[in-house]
């Protein structure tokens, strides 16, 4: 008998459920069974700012540290969590297909962003939605908060906040949608490069590993999240820059696959943005988002991301 496939995960309800559902998915195209092993992470354990304590990549480094020395064979992440540094000795061996990137309110009463009154406290940490929220010019209150999914919705039905702002996909993959009081237009908050996609990580010489991810691959899923990182990597942002990206696969008009990708800038007190967009075909996914962030820093970005360290 074949040893089970060891997946290594964080505790967090919104990690297990991300790593079961890959789980499930490579024993049903493959056959093989797959064991969780949790693993705790240097964010897990602090109550500090995220952007205190480095950024979410601290959360990354104990699932890398266990693929290394051997303990667990392939890792589930939440891909906006990882940094953009690529690890020679590690593979995204596979993108599964992707939740609806776009960013959720959740607030009191069933009101949408536009309803709420002046004053109003919405919470969230990202700078990124801290910047496009006070961009929106409504008087919003933005309030730091931090913790797993459910201790921030609990702000709200506490009464301690009237909304809070968080990723679609998390509240999907945990069936919690129907909190969902408004579902943020792109156009006025704009996701962060590779939110509601999952990056299945393994050992670059682990060739059987390796083949039995590639099964769960989303070509579509993949280009995106190349395009908006590369944005992301250009601009030497890391997790805590109010960077945005977002794109989209459709079918260009010689029938190929065609990434249509929108990226902005927004100054922290949301005084001023630069957004831009592009598109082009998938294959050169690195290079719409090169291009893109150059584009972007043309027109000001570095100034913006500079105002908002
Ligand atoms: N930074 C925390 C984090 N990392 C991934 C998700 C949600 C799921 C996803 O974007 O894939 C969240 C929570 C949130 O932003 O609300």
Known sequence: MTAPLRLGTRRSQLALTQSQHVADAIAAASGRAVELVHITT???RSA???TQLGGTGVFVSALRDALRAGT??????SYKDLPTAEEPDLVIAAVPPREDPRDALVARDRLTLGELPAGAT???GAP???AQLRALGLGLEVVPIRGNVDTRMGKVTSGELDAVVLARAGLARLGRLDAVTEVLDPLQVLPAPAQGALAVECRSDDDVTRSLLAALDDAGARACVVAERTVLATLEAGCSAPVAAHAEVGEAEDGGDEV???ASVTAIDGSDAVRGSTSGPAADAARLGRELAAELLDRGAAALMAASR
């Open 128 to 130: 990124r939605r801290v």
């Open 122 to 124: 919405v919470g969230t």
């Open 72 to 77: 667990v064979d392939l890792a589930v992440h």
């Open 48 to 50: 500090a700012a995220i």
């Open 260 to 262: 249509y990708l929108r």
């Open 42 to 44: 240097e964010g897990d």
